[in-house]
Nanobody, 125 residues
Framework: RVNLVESGGGSVQAGGSLRLSCVSS????????MAWFRRAPEKQREGVAG???????AYGNSTEGRFTISRDNSRNTVYLQMNNLSPEDTAVYYC???????????????????WGQGTQVSVSS
């Protein structure tokens, strides 16, 4: 089983930025599809951003243009740069991984087999 550890969450005012990191425990990182999901209070989990091994990316409707996902295979790490944050972005953010090379399904959580514990992001107005 792959261990994923998220970090970088915290509290920020509206308009601010945060960068989340997710470190994978796999010995050879690079072939996985990775994604960030989030769950806000009393809402279903939703896909935020995804990236596959070919660096194809996908973004949710509410995050495209503000969030950027990237990966550094030499560090076993996926990042989520979040800019222009709003209170609606308040949620627990989860990192997810799968060995599949996803294309159109990058933001579909059923494809992902490994999940991190989550990191809290709180945005105040």
């Amino acid at each position: 089983r792959v261990n994923l550890v998220e970090s970088g969450g915290g509290s920020v005012q509206a308009g601010g930025s945060l960068r989340l990191s997710c470190v994978s425990s796999v010995k050879k990182f690079g072939g996985e599809s990775m994604a960030w999901f989030r769950r806000a209070p009393e809402k279903q989990r939703e896909g935020v951003a995804g990236i596959n091994s070919r660096d194809r990316t996908a973004y949710g409707n509410s995050t495209e243009g503000r969030f950027t996902i990237s990966r550094d295979n030499s560090r076993n790490t996926v990042y989520l740069q979040m800019n222009n944050l709003s209170p609606e972005d308040t949620a627990v953010y989860y990192c997810a991984a799968t060995r599949l090379i996803l294309e159109s399904g990058l933001l579909e959580e059923d494809w992902y087999s490994d999940w991190g514990q989550g990191t809290q992001v709180s945005v105040s107005s």
